[in-house]
């Protein structure tokens, strides 16, 4: 009866946190949602700033200027509402974790979230530009250069996802050390397979040209040396046992 009791404590605690979260979200999309198409110029403009002179953007589908535009301020919600969605999360898994996992797993989840919006940015200014450029560049001559909205949005999340996940190397990195999967030692010896590994997967996730490669597999490899100084920082060496 005691197990059943704390099971049905911990399903209203979660139902709780979920209803934070999605009243969290919903607000801010809601406070968005007025300006959901100056939204999506900001978003589009990395592209419209290398077009040719008089060129635009089109709408192939009928709803595509409504829902479009909804669908990055929803996106935008859900990257303002974030922090409250993982501290609502927090305030669930944390009575469970001793005081030493919490030490642990709070400051990996706030350089996790950082780190996920400071590879977005990452892609948004840097990145897109010189992909942008050297797509419409590359045109042929006589073609016009006019992307789809709708499509336009899902090369950019993707791109977004590309380098928010590429940019949590470090905390995998330190993560790994601290469970002990791996040494710091060990990352050492395997760097030029993650070298190689960088550019690879720089090669499936960015555009066909050389730069864009470089410029995702350049930072996955000084990300990955940034997580080995932080793991040989904050782990510990291990006491020899007599």
Do not use: N
Not at 15 to 20: E, I, K, M, T, Y
Not at 113 to 120: D, K
Not at 190 to 214: E, K, L
């Amino acid at each position: 009866m005691g197990i059943s009791e704390s099971l049905v404590g911990h399903l209203i605690e979660l139902r709780a946190r979920l209803l934070h979260s999605a009243l969290a979200l919903l607000l801010v999309f809601l406070c968005l949602f007025p300006w959901a198409a100056d939204l999506y110029s900001l978003l589009a403009q990395p592209l419209l700033a290398k077009l040719p002179q008089g060129g635009q953007m089109i709408a192939t589908d009928v709803t595509t200027p409504f829902f479009v535009p909804i669908k990055v301020a929803m996106m935008a919600a859900f990257l303002m509402a974030l922090p409250y969605m993982l501290y609502q999360l927090w305030r669930f898994v944390a009575p469970g974790l001793y005081a030493q996992e919490k030490r642990r797993v709070l400051p990996l989840v706030i350089a996790s979230t950082m780190l996920f919006y400071s590879g977005m940015a990452f892609a948004y200014f840097v990145v897109f530009p010189v992909v942008f450029g050297f797509i419409t560049a590359a045109a042929p001559h006589g073609v016009a250069v006019m992307t789809d909205i709708d499509k336009y949005l899902s090369f950019v999340i993707g791109m977004f996802m590309a380098f928010g996940i590429a940019f949590q190397v470090p905390v995998a990195v330190v993560l790994l050390v601290q469970v002990g999967v791996v040494t710091v030692q060990k990352l050492r010896d395997v760097r030029s397979y993650v070298i190689v590994a960088a550019f690879v997967v720089g090669a499936i996730f960015t555009p066909p040209d050389v730069v864009s490669q470089f410029m995702l597999a350049i930072p996955l490899w000084l990300l990955y040396e940034a997580g080995i100084v932080v793991a040989t920082w904050t782990v510990a060496p291990r006491k020899p046992t007599s």
